[in-house]
T-cell receptor
């Protein structure tokens, strides 16, 4: 059974600082996704990582994937208050016969303080 | 613009009644849609995979007779919570796969169900 672990679960940081959120998964997968959720809202797609060594950047966020280590990171550079949200990673179990089922991590609640 | 819509966005119902939630794919036809449930301050849990023209596939521990899914057309899936109880109060979110090549899912805005 695929398990996805994120850490930290809670992150409070100051504006301007850098930090990294980690996402580990337990079995082989070739697809990893990062989503953002604001309070009371649904999920917004941030990144899709499909291969070992994939790196994607959007603004102050950068995501990477190491399939051998079964690890993805979401790096935050020079945080701003607008980045405050809950961030989820999600993984598609490998060889699901074409299914796109997602298994989610527990989420990291990020609070950026002025 | 929005890719997936849900209706209603919020619903309050009394214990024992049934509630229907609609999920619509706005831009394209979706043979597969997914239904998730999210309890407060928790992650999303997949409830079932909705397949157009066939029965839904339910995840382990999800009662198919309680959570009825009907994928009536290529743009509409409905989730009916039958005989709702307070413990069914949750945020229900549907999703569709926008780009099959990547498997990336787009999520609806969610439906907040409160059972009193």
């Amino acid at each position: 059974e695929l398990k996805v672990e994120q850490n930290p679960l809670f992150l409070s940081m100051q504006e301007g600082k850098n930090y990294t959120i980690y996402c580990n998964y337990s079995t082989t997968s070739d697809r990893l996704y990062w989503y953002r959720q604001d309070p009371g809202k649904s999920l917004e797609s941030l990144f899709v990582l499909l291969s070992n060594g994939a790196v994607k950047q959007e603004g102050r966020l950068m995501a990477s994937l190491d399939t051998k280590a079964r690890l993805s990171t979401l790096h935050i550079t020079a945080a701003v208050h607008d980045l405050s949200a809950t961030y989820f990673c999600a993984v598609t179990p490998f060889n699901q016969g074409g299914s796109e089922k997602l298994v989610f991590g527990k989420g990291t609640k990020l609070t950026v303080n002025p | 613009g929005a890719v997936v819509s849900q209706h209603p966005s919020r619903v309050i119902c009394k214990s024992g009644t049934s509630v229907k939630i609609e999920c619509r794919s706005l831009d394209f036809q979706a043979t597969t849609m997914f239904w998730y449930r999210q309890f407060p301050k928790q992650s999303l849990m997949l409830m079932a995979t909705s397949n157009e023209g066939s029965k839904a596939t339910y995840e382990q521990g999800v009662e198919k007779d309680k959570f009825l899914i009907n994928h009536a057309s290529l743009t509409l899936s409905t989730l009916t919570v039958t005989s709702a109880h307070p413990e069914d109060s949750s945020f229900y979110i549907c999703s569709v796969v926008r780009r099959p090549a990547t498997g990336e899912q787009y999520f609806g805005p969610g439906t907040r169900l409160t059972v009193t």
